[in-house]
């Protein structure tokens, strides 16, 4: 096996735009619509997500590099940061190591930044280093990720969509949406009477066997929440997501605890490591929703679907797309997985990262196919104006 000899970290540049999912225009539904998050208890900062700095990070590229001249790669959220801390920390984890020695990097890399980091933008950093080091590897080995995993269990992933038309999405082929909640506790009764109405038009639009859920984004109480729950019930909703911050694991808990309908609790998007996970297991929640690229990356995501699994429950990775879609068809938990509508009017199918890969798959008829090709099975488009080496 071959050693890695460096490790690189690029900032996105500005003709990546859309390579980050949240920095898009005012015309893109992710950001120019209103959508409930943390911040709405604040008037000012209501009516789009760019207004507190949903996209201040962007997209960092990682490549790591074995002494053949070999290179994998893979993306992450945490701009300049997070190119600081792979570049002048996590760096000296990685030259010189085997590359099959997963596991012994991502634990260097987590318990050498233990004392700052453990969640966040520092775990975002080794999930960005760990997926191109499986990337490598599987370009090494000359085997997509799935097959050095387990192989597949399935040929093609059912695939749901996220976005604020699920009606269109059905004709699509997609098995179910999931709208992003316009309001919060903050918009009183009248934003959730307003919530409750765009549920409505939606069911109605859609199919009785199309699944519906809402992500709420960390913007809920408990007691709202309650009320959103109980609200949704006629209309036959499957979940409600992140609906508390993630910190807010007693909250989760009463929301299991006090039970007495058929809505799903599913939450994890922000949660990080096995650590992260276990707790969040022992609420209770019904489906964790890891991010691989934000989580610890594919070493710690395999470890928290081996703790879910035990617990019989399902692991519906958050987006990610390649990163995400070679854990799914290799997981015997993920009999579905989650496409981020990233055309401008979630009105048609659009590769996640675009422009950044060539031969990025897509859903087609609502299913994800993934090739023999090996690593992760896409390649950078050519194109280095997008990005730019990080300098201190």
Same mark, same amino acid.
Request: glycine content about 10%; charged content about 20%.
């Given at each position: =096996?071959?050693?890695?000899?460096d490790?690189?970290?690029?900032?996105m540049?500005?003709?990546?735009?859309?390579?980050?999912?949240?920095? #898009?225009?005012?015309?893109?539904?992710?950001?120019?619509?209103?959508?409930?998050?943390?911040?709405?208890?604040?008037?000012?900062? #209501?009516?789009?997500?760019?207004?507190?700095?949903?996209?201040?990070?962007?997209?960092?590229?990682v490549?790591?590099?074995?002494?053949?001249?070999?290179?994998?790669?893979?993306?992450?959220?945490?701009?300049?940061?997070?190119?600081?801390?792979?570049?002048?920390?996590?760096?000296?984890?990685?030259?010189?190591?085997?590359?099959?020695n997963?596991?012994? =990097?991502?634990?260097?890399?987590?318990?050498?930044?233990?004392?700052?980091?453990?969640?966040?933008?520092?775990?975002?950093?080794?999930?960005?280093?760990?997926?191109?080091?499986?990337?490598?590897?599987?370009?090494?080995?000359?085997?997509?990720?799935?097959? =050095?995993?387990?192989?597949?269990?399935?040929?093609?992933?059912?695939?749901?969509?996220?976005?604020?038309?699920?009606?269109?999405?059905?004709?699509?082929?997609?098995?179910?949406?999931?709208?992003?909640?316009?309001?919060?506790?903050?918009?009183?009764?009248?934003?959730?009477?307003?919530?409750?109405?765009?549920?409505?038009?939606?069911?109605?639009?859609?199919?009785?066997?199309?699944?519906?859920?809402?992500?709420?984004?960390?913007?809920?109480?408990?007691?709202?929440?309650?009320?959103?729950?109980?609200?949704?019930?006629?209309?036959?909703?499957?979940?409600?997501?992140?609906?508390?911050?993630?910190?807010?694991?007693?909250?989760?808990?009463?929301?299991?605890? #006090?039970?007495?309908?058929?809505?799903?609790?599913?939450?994890?998007?922000?949660?990080?490591t096995r650590?992260?996970?276990?707790?969040?297991?022992?609420?209770?929640?019904?489906?964790?929703?890891?991010?691989?690229?934000?989580?610890?990356?594919?070493?710690?995501?395999?470890?928290?679907?081996?703790?879910?699994?035990?617990?019989?429950?399902?692991?519906?990775?958050?987006?990610?797309?390649?990163?995400?879609?070679?854990?799914?068809?290799?997981?015997?938990?993920t009999?579905?997985?989650?496409?981020? =509508?990233?055309?401008?009017?979630?009105?048609?199918?659009?590769?996640?990262?675009?422009?950044?890969?060539?031969?990025?798959?897509?859903?087609?008829?609502?299913?994800?196919?993934?090739?023999?090709?090996?690593?992760?099975?896409v390649?950078?488009?050519?194109?280095?104006?997008?990005?730019?080496?990080?300098?201190?």
């Amino acid at each position: =096996m071959k050693r890695i000899v460096d490790v690189r970290a690029f900032v996105m540049g500005d003709a990546a735009q859309g390579a980050d999912y949240h920095a #898009q225009t005012e015309e893109h539904w992710i950001t120019g619509t209103v959508i409930a998050t943390p911040m709405s208890i604040y008037p000012e900062y #209501q009516a789009s997500r760019l207004s507190f700095g949903i996209d201040v990070l962007g997209t960092v590229m990682v490549e790591v590099e074995a002494e053949d001249g070999t290179v994998g790669f893979s993306v992450t959220t945490g701009g300049v940061p997070a190119a600081y801390l792979i570049e002048k920390h996590f760096r000296r984890f990685i030259v010189g190591q085997l590359v099959n020695n997963v596991e012994v =990097m991502f634990d260097q890399m987590y318990r050498a930044s233990m004392f700052y980091g453990r969640k966040g933008l520092t775990i975002n950093a080794i999930s960005g280093v760990d997926c191109a080091i499986w990337d490598l590897l599987g370009r090494l080995r000359r085997e997509p990720v799935w097959a =050095m995993i387990g192989g597949k269990i399935r040929d093609r992933q059912p695939m749901y969509a996220t976005g604020p038309r699920p009606d269109l999405a059905e004709g699509m082929g997609f098995i179910g949406g999931k709208l992003p909640l316009p309001y919060g506790p903050a918009h009183g009764d009248e934003g959730l009477e307003k919530n409750i109405a765009l549920a409505a038009r939606m069911r109605e639009a859609c199919g009785a066997g199309f699944f519906l859920a809402f992500d709420c984004w960390m913007a809920l109480t408990t007691p709202y929440a309650l009320q959103l729950i109980k609200a949704l019930e006629p209309l036959g909703f499957r979940w409600i997501e992140e609906c508390l911050p993630p910190d807010d694991l007693k909250g989760y808990r009463q929301l299991v605890e #006090q039970r007495s309908h058929p809505i799903l609790i599913t939450t994890g998007e922000h949660e990080y490591t096995r650590w992260g996970f276990e707790a969040l297991l022992d609420t209770g929640v019904d489906i964790i929703q890891p991010d691989v690229n934000w989580c610890g990356g594919l070493t710690e995501l395999l470890k928290i679907k081996a703790m879910a699994s035990a617990k019989k429950r399902l692991v519906i990775p958050h987006g990610s797309s390649v990163y995400s879609y070679h854990f799914a068809i290799a997981s015997d938990v993920t009999p579905f997985s989650e496409f981020l =509508m990233m055309a401008p009017q979630a009105d048609k199918v659009v590769p996640m990262f675009t422009p950044l890969f060539v031969d990025e798959p897509v859903p087609r008829d609502g299913h994800v196919t993934l090739s023999d090709s090996p690593g992760f099975g896409v390649e950078l488009n050519p194109a280095p104006e997008w990005t730019r080496p990080f300098t201190p």
